[in-house]
């Protein structure tokens, strides 16, 4: 984006929907030659319980994009009074399914599932989420292992596009399990990208204006709409937005909008990069799901 006024940067677009595309054809190519050497194609399984609109959504999205990179995929649907039990049954199914490389169980469950003893069913060598304790453990420890697939899509991103991060300031705003938590290991972890000085922010953080303002890497992933305003941002930085939270707007098609956490419009013109909701970090979740399906295949064939 070009801007004007001598105040506002000219800010560019951190286009994770083109970036997704370009390394979706690398990985078709990557999976044609697998295939070529006698290998069967790789296979992804997604769980899907009960109805929520969004996650049918993401999972459709996972589902879709294995037939764009030459993957099967196998999508399992349950309803949401499924039984615990039921549930482990199934996911004790995929680990011991020789055909099914990696695996999935959507989340949120419902709330009478233990989403824990879920994640822990998975076996850690088909957690393609990188949601298990031992790939978590992994991830802590600088060891090789699933890396969640948003944070994972984030690295390559900020890889892709040439963003520095050596001794940089990233700001992490979100402690969740699946993205804060270990966002902040990989910017932090020795590599590039990599060796970011990291804050994570939370909930029951002081002045969290003060602490963004420090930011030359902000990274939001709350799930609150709009809750990044310009005051926060200083000019210059490197604005990634994980919020996809669907807004009611009786004027969309869908009668519902994707809203980031960052209050795009008053914060782009800030910015030297910034991620678009959508287009922007979704997109390389999927890709970075697809890599750690491909790397579980390949891991399988080589006896790990
Ligand atoms: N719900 C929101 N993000 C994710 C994800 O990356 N994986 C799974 N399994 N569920 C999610």
């Known amino acids: 984006m070009s801007t004007t006024t001598s105040e506002q940067m000219d800010t560019r677009i951190l286009d994770g929907k083109a970036l997704s595309r370009r390394i979706k054809d690398e990985i078709a190519v990557e999976v044609a030659a697998w295939v070529d050497k006698g290998h069967r194609k790789p296979h992804l399984a997604a769980v899907l319980i009960g109805e929520d609109g969004a996650s049918r959504t993401y999972v459709?999205?996972?589902?879709?994009?294995?037939?764009?990179?030459?993957?099967?995929?196998?999508?399992?649907?349950?309803?949401?009074?499924?039984?615990?039990?039921?549930?482990?049954?199934?996911?004790?199914?995929?680990?011991?399914?020789?055909?099914?490389?990696?695996?999935?169980?959507?989340?949120?469950?419902?709330?009478?599932i233990d989403d824990q003893a879920i994640t822990e069913a998975v076996s850690a060598k088909k957690d393609v989420d990188g949601f298990h304790p031992s790939n978590m453990g992994n991830l802590a420890l600088g060891l090789p292992?699933?890396?969640?697939?948003?944070?994972?899509?984030?690295?390559?991103?900020?890889?892709?596009?040439?963003?520095?991060?050596?001794?940089?300031?990233?700001?992490?705003?979100?402690?969740?399990?699946?993205?804060?938590t270990p966002m902040?290991?990989?910017?932090?972890?020795?590599?590039?990208?990599?060796?970011?000085?990291?804050?994570?922010?939370?909930?029951?953080?002081?002045?969290?204006?003060?602490?963004?303002?420090?930011?030359?890497?902000?990274?939001?992933?709350?799930?609150?709409?709009?809750m990044i305003t310009a005051d926060m941002v200083k000019d210059g930085a490197v604005v990634v937005d994980v919020g996809i939270t669907r807004v009611e707007d009786s004027t969309a098609k869908r009668g519902f909008r994707l809203k980031g956490d960052v209050a795009y419009a008053e914060?782009?013109?800030?910015?030297?990069?910034?991620?678009?909701?959508?287009?922007?970090?979704?997109?390389?979740?999927?890709?970075?799901?697809?890599?750690n399906t491909l790397d579980a295949a390949q891991r399988a064939a080589a006896g790990h």
């Open 184 to 226: 902040s290991l990989l910017l932090s972890r020795a590599g590039t990208p990599g060796n970011c000085t990291v804050t994570l922010c939370h909930s029951r953080t002081q002045d969290l204006a003060a602490h963004c303002r420090r930011a030359d890497i902000l990274v939001a992933a709350v799930g609150r709409p709009g």
């Open 267 to 291: 914060v782009a013109p800030k910015c030297s990069w910034i991620t678009p909701v959508p287009g922007g970090v979704g997109p390389m979740t999927i890709v970075s799901l697809l890599r």
């Open 145 to 180: 292992g699933f890396v969640p697939a948003t944070p994972a899509g984030i690295m390559t991103m900020l890889e892709r596009f040439g963003i520095e991060t050596e001794g940089k300031h990233a700001v992490v705003v979100g402690r969740s399990s699946i993205v804060g």
């Open 60 to 112: 459709d999205h996972k589902v879709k994009s294995c037939a764009q990179v030459g993957f099967e995929s196998t999508l399992v649907e349950r309803p949401a009074d499924i039984s615990q039990e039921a549930l482990l049954d199934i996911v004790h199914g995929l680990n011991e399914n020789p055909q099914i490389d990696g695996f999935i169980v959507q989340l949120p469950l419902p709330a009478h």
